[in-house]
């Protein structure tokens, strides 16, 4: 167990909503990601605008996964004193453009001084049917939306001292919210990938003590590439056709990677926190 996963399991017990993208109480969904400089960003990388959004994003991202809509945001916002009013103002539009995308309110949160702009952000959604990471059963299908691999290849490049376009999968994720709401019927469990594929792929299947087949070869850059915010879905071989008729009417490209069997699933992949 990585220490990361050690410290996660001190707050779980038999009763714990611990262990999904977001906290399941009752029809609500309560959902909290981090996005700091110098561990997910640098300032050379993005504008003061490109933060705020995409630090709004990725915690959307995981109220989408659920199949939940999202309402509220509570914000926690630490910025240097030397941050100009324009920067500020660059930093809230980006925010709230994500959030108004997303028909969110913000109602509130907290802001400090910092040596550097570390944002917080709550989510709070609600769902009549939500997607959790429990109910995976032996011979369902593991499959991932869209394409993964570009986010890593594009933080290499940053990492570097490039640049990438504005649009990019790094800077703008493209959340998959009519396909999983269409789909989500037909859906035994999912998760978006934050992590990477085979990070995630052993989120899903060690809480129902099942392992996997690959069924396709992927490249070790494409499987261990985080950040992607594509959502990771498994469901019964019985309703692949009508997961595809979804995907080709929502315009969402499906790749089916590996199905369940028994034992259990081990992630080789470097690990992106800690």
Request: charge should be positive; charged fraction near 25%.
């Amino acid at each position: 167990m990585n220490v990361e996963d050690y410290f996660i399991s001190t707050f779980c017990s038999s009763k714990s909503v611990i262990g999904d993208d977001g906290a399941l109480i009752g029809k609500w969904v309560y959902s909290k990601d981090l996005f700091f400089e110098n561990i997910h960003y640098k300032k050379t990388w993005l504008s003061p605008y490109q933060i705020g959004y995409k630090a709004m994003i990725v915690n959307i991202s995981d109220a989408i996964a659920m199949n939940a809509v999202p309402r509220y945001a509570l914000l926690g916002v630490a910025i240097p004193k030397s941050t100009s009013l324009h920067e500020m103002r660059e930093l809230s539009r980006g925010l709230q453009t994500a959030a108004a995308q997303y028909g969110i309110e913000i109602i509130g949160g907290d802001t400090i001084s910092n040596s550097k702009t570390d944002i917080s952000v709550t989510i709070i959604s609600h769902s009549d049917h939500p997607l959790t990471r429990q109910g995976l059963k032996i011979g369902d299908i593991i499959a991932y939306t869209g394409s993964i691999g570009k986010s890593a290849k594009q933080l290499r490049y940053l990492m570097s001292g490039g640049k990438v376009h504005t649009k990019s999968r790094f800077v703008s994720p493209d959340l998959r919210k009519a396909f999983i709401a269409e789909s989500r019927r037909y859906l035994r469990c999912g998760m978006d990938i934050s992590d990477g594929l085979c990070s995630d792929i052993e989120k899903l299947t060690r809480p129902n003590r099942l392992g996997i087949r690959w069924d396709k070869k992927i490249p070790k850059q494409i499987r261990c590439s985080g950040e992607e915010y594509e959502m990771l879905i498994a469901y019964s071989a019985k309703y692949r056709y009508a997961i595809r008729r979804i995907a080709a009417r929502t315009r969402t490209p499906i790749t089916p990677v590996a199905h369940v069997v028994r034992g259990r699933y081990t992630n080789r992949c470097k690990r992106h926190h800690f």
